[in-house]
């Protein structure tokens, strides 16, 4: 052992003789061999110096990998990084290490430390822009066959990746070659884990080829089996997929999707979960906001009717007083009501149905009464006190309460209008909502010492508030010439002479002829 001066001296032998470094074999394993035995400045210069001149030795590149790759492993947390830093240099020599490094670089994704992990993605962001297909298989690689941290980990990794491709992977819209394989790989990703997880990588997918994502999901729910809604895991993969198919899918091909809910519709109340019944109408009315024609309204029209009647109260009071409001299932509502203005819309006649209508009008109405009554509770709640969890789901219970009014406003005219247009609760945006919705209730409760200011009111000046402010003006009327002509006590107007009027007079016509 010649210590760290004499690494320097092998260093400056390989580094002197540039192209020729290959001459110099022996100070090149000599550098390798220190690493077994040497002292951790010995081994953090080995660190930097064997990625150097790896091109220039392809004989002895496995010995010099897996050398890098046990500095990677050292309890020093400087040796440690400056090796992880090295590994990307080493696939310069040869693009054929990226897949393989890119994978041992995923399995130190979980490291200890927050530097350590930066230092890891960033080798693999390098490693990503050199050879997109190749950073990728070794990724997935991992994905698919590494520990459950491992696996978690490059998941993320890669997801969080692919969601700024454009950052990270700017090659990647004009190689379709690549594009083509990388959906490949997610949809191998995405079959291995949870339906969760599916639909995020669609979502990502469907930023790169949309055409091609919407295949994937059709394949996966297979809308050309019978639907069967006692198959839980099939009921699982619509609530996660159906959402993504009806977000990317065209605005004008929507049909088929129609004509599936045609056979959802009769077997809609043996579905067990209510989180799979208001998918699938929230689905519904998703599907016939992107377009109907009067031919696919017709073939579901019986089905909402039916399960709306099935949401509405069964009786209605007669007074038009709501004391105590029933319950009602609101988000149900929404989606049924929004699916009838938009499929009846189509087939106007459906509505015209004096025995339907009898049947159906008292209890929408009925239901508008019960809007109010809510949307004035809600608004009555103390949102001051509540924690933003509450305010969150205050709000969307509003949202929703005002969608079904409004549904129900147009429904219930006379005629019936189909002009009202909502934005869905449930793509409400919960993340940074207010208390705007709310705002007499959202200010602090603490008293006010200043008097309650209305909105119009002008506000006056600093200067004019202050104590030694100039006493207010009297308004004193004119005095002079014309005064005398304002008749005060009797109400008389301002008295001109004859001639004076006959002399305007003739002025006015004169300029009416011009």
Same mark, same amino acid.
């Given at each position: 052992?010649?210590?760290?001066?004499?690494?320097?001296?092998?260093?400056?032998? %390989?580094?002197?003789?540039? @192209?020729?470094?290959?001459?110099?074999?022996?100070?090149?394993?000599?550098?390798?061999?220190?690493?077994?035995?040497?002292?951790?400045?010995?081994?953090?210069?080995?660190?930097?110096? !064997?990625?150097?001149?790896?091109?220039?030795?392809?004989?002895?590149?496995?010995?010099?990998?897996?050398?890098? %790759?046990?500095?990677?492993?050292?309890?020093?947390?400087?040796?440690?990084?400056?090796?992880?830093?090295?590994?990307?240099?080493?696939?310069?020599?040869?693009?054929?290490?990226?897949?393989?490094?890119?994978?041992?670089?995923?399995?130190?994704?979980?490291?200890?430390?927050?530097?350590?992990?930066?230092?890891?993605?960033?080798?693999?962001?390098?490693?990503?822009?050199?050879?997109?297909?190749?950073?990728?298989?070794? !990724?997935?690689?991992?994905?698919?066959?590494?520990?459950?941290?491992?696996?978690?980990?490059?998941?993320?990794?890669?997801?969080?990746?692919?969601?700024?491709?454009?950052?990270?992977?700017?090659?990647?819209? &004009?190689?379709?070659?690549?594009?083509?394989?990388?959906?490949?790989? !997610?949809?191998?990703?995405?079959?291995?884990?949870?339906?969760?997880?599916?639909?995020?990588?669609?979502?990502?997918?469907?930023?790169?080829?949309?055409?091609?994502?919407?295949?994937?999901?059709?394949?996966?729910?297979?809308?050309?089996?019978?639907?069967?809604? &006692?198959?839980?895991?099939?009921?699982?993969?619509?609530?996660?997929?159906?959402?993504?198919?009806?977000?990317?899918?065209?605005?004008?091909?929507?049909?088929?999707?129609?004509?599936?809910?045609?056979?959802?519709?009769?077997?809609?109340?043996?579905?067990?979960?209510?989180?799979?019944?208001?998918?699938?109408?929230?689905?519904?009315?998703?599907?016939?906001?992107?377009?109907?024609?009067?031919?696919?309204?017709?073939?579901?029209?019986?089905?909402?009717?039916? %399960?709306?009647?099935?949401?509405?109260?069964?009786?209605?009071?007669?007074?038009?007083?709501?004391?105590?409001?029933?319950?009602?299932?609101?988000?149900?509502?929404?989606?049924?009501?929004?699916?009838?203005?938009?499929?009846?819309?189509?087939?106007?006649?459906?509505?015209?149905?004096?025995?339907?209508?009898?049947?159906?009008?008292?209890?929408?109405?009925?239901?508008?009464?019960?809007?109010?009554?809510?949307?004035?509770?809600?608004? &009555? &709640?103390?949102?001051?006190?509540?924690?933003?969890?509450?305010?969150?789901? +205050?709000?969307?219970?509003?949202?929703?309460?005002?969608?079904?009014?409004?549904?129900?406003?147009?429904?219930?005219?006379?005629?019936?209008?189909?002009?009202?247009?909502?934005?869905?609760?449930?793509?409400? @945006?919960?993340?940074?909502?207010?208390?705007?919705?709310?705002?007499?209730?959202?200010? @602090?409760?603490?008293?006010?010492?200043?008097?309650?200011?209305?909105?119009?009111?002008?506000?006056?000046?600093?200067?004019?508030?202050?104590?030694?402010?100039?006493?207010?003006?009297?308004?004193?009327?004119?005095?002079?010439?014309?005064?005398?002509?304002?008749?005060?006590?009797?109400?008389?107007?301002?008295?001109?002479?004859?001639?004076?009027?006959? +002399?305007?007079?003739?002025?006015?016509?004169?300029?009416?002829?011009?």
């Amino acid at each position: 052992m010649e210590g760290v001066e004499g690494l320097y001296k092998k260093f400056g032998v %390989l580094a002197d003789a540039k @192209d020729k470094a290959g001459e110099y074999e022996s100070e090149y394993l000599s550098i390798l061999s220190t690493i077994s035995n040497g002292s951790d400045a010995e081994k953090r210069l080995c660190a930097s110096f !064997i990625p150097r001149f790896f091109k220039s030795f392809p004989d002895h590149q496995d010995t010099a990998f897996n050398a890098q %790759l046990d500095l990677c492993e050292e309890e020093e947390a400087v040796i440690r990084r400056e090796a992880i830093k090295g590994l990307p240099d080493l696939c310069k020599a040869d693009n054929k290490l990226i897949a393989r490094m890119s994978s041992v670089l995923a399995q130190l994704l979980p490291i200890d430390g927050h530097l350590d992990q930066t230092i890891v993605k960033h080798c693999l962001v390098q490693l990503l822009k050199q050879d997109a297909k190749a950073a990728i298989a070794g !990724i997935v690689n991992q994905v698919m066959t590494g520990k459950e941290d491992v696996q978690e980990a490059a998941r993320k990794f890669l997801l969080e990746r692919l969601d700024d491709h454009e950052k990270y992977l700017p090659t990647l819209q &004009s190689d379709e070659e690549t594009k083509e394989y990388l959906i490949e790989q !997610i949809e191998l990703i995405g079959l291995s884990g949870t339906y969760d997880e599916f639909r995020e990588l669609m979502q990502l997918a469907a930023g790169l080829d949309r055409r091609k994502t919407l295949k994937i999901i059709a394949k996966e729910i297979d809308m050309e089996k019978p639907f069967d809604p &006692s198959n839980t895991v099939h009921m699982e993969q619509l609530s996660m997929l159906l959402p993504v198919m009806l977000k990317h899918h065209k605005k004008d091909n929507t049909s088929h999707i129609i004509k599936y809910y045609g056979t959802v519709l009769p077997l809609f109340s043996q579905i067990a979960e209510p989180k799979h019944k208001l998918m699938m109408l929230q689905g519904l009315a998703e599907t016939l906001h992107a377009s109907v024609t009067e031919e696919d309204a017709a073939l579901c029209l019986d089905g909402i009717y039916s %399960l709306l009647l099935h949401y509405l109260p069964e009786e209605v009071p007669t007074t038009d007083i709501v004391q105590e409001p029933p319950s009602l299932n609101f988000s149900m509502l929404e989606c049924l009501l929004y699916s009838l203005h938009k499929a009846a819309h189509q087939v106007p006649s459906f509505l015209k149905d004096e025995s339907r209508m009898a049947e159906i009008t008292p209890k929408l109405k009925f239901v508008l009464r019960c809007c109010a009554c809510y949307s004035k509770r809600l608004k &009555s &709640s103390a949102i001051g006190e509540d924690t933003p969890e509450k305010v969150k789901l +205050k709000t969307k219970a509003y949202k929703t309460c005002n969608n079904t009014k409004e549904l129900l406003k147009g429904l219930t005219s006379v005629p019936i209008t189909y002009k009202s247009d909502i934005g869905f609760s449930w793509r409400l @945006d919960l993340v940074t909502v207010t208390n705007r919705l709310f705002s007499p209730l959202a200010s @602090d409760k603490r008293p006010s010492s200043k008097p309650p200011v209305s909105p119009t009111a002008k506000r006056r000046r600093g200067s004019d508030t202050a104590p030694g402010r100039r006493a207010q003006q009297v308004y004193a009327p004119p005095k002079g010439h014309y005064s005398g002509n304002i008749g005060v006590s009797n109400g008389q107007g301002l008295k001109r002479d004859s001639k004076e009027e006959g +002399k305007l007079r003739s002025e006015r016509s004169e300029r009416r002829r011009f």
